[in-house]
């Protein structure tokens, strides 16, 4: 599975962004896929999670009800709705995926930067 996300760039404070993340290889719909984020000087964090359905999704507490994760099976696709941006959001987006199966995640895209000033 190769995994290559886009998206990412220079915004304000109360901006919204999308992040994509495009997905080659196996069958897509077997693969949860999530996004994470690494801000400067810490560590990588969980952002958002999506079932390979697309129904169950999950959240960092901290971009609850600002970002909304999607995916597209048809096209391979998830997407990151970012709204309300905060410079605290600012790092390098990171997406990933597992097969279900799994407990870690296996594969992981090269990474996009969000800078949010403001």
């Known amino acids: 599975v190769q995994l290559q996300a886009s998206g990412g760039g220079l915004v304000q404070a109360g901006d919204s962004l999308r992040l994509s993340c495009a997905a080659s290889g196996r069958t897509f719909s077997d693969l949860l896929m999530g996004w994470f984020r690494q801000a400067p000087g810490k560590e990588r964090e969980f952002v958002a999670a999506i079932g390979g359905s697309g129904v169950n999704t999950n959240y960092a507490d901290s971009v609850k009800g600002r970002f909304t994760i999607a995916r597209d099976n048809a096209k391979n696709t998830v997407d990151l709705q970012m709204n309300i941006l905060k410079p605290e959001d600012t790092a390098v987006y990171y997406c990933?995926?597992?097969?279900?199966?799994?407990?870690?995640?296996?594969?992981w895209g090269q990474g996009t930067l969000v800078t949010v000033s403001s």
């Open positions: 990933a995926a597992r097969f279900t199966s799994r407990i870690n995640y296996q594969f």
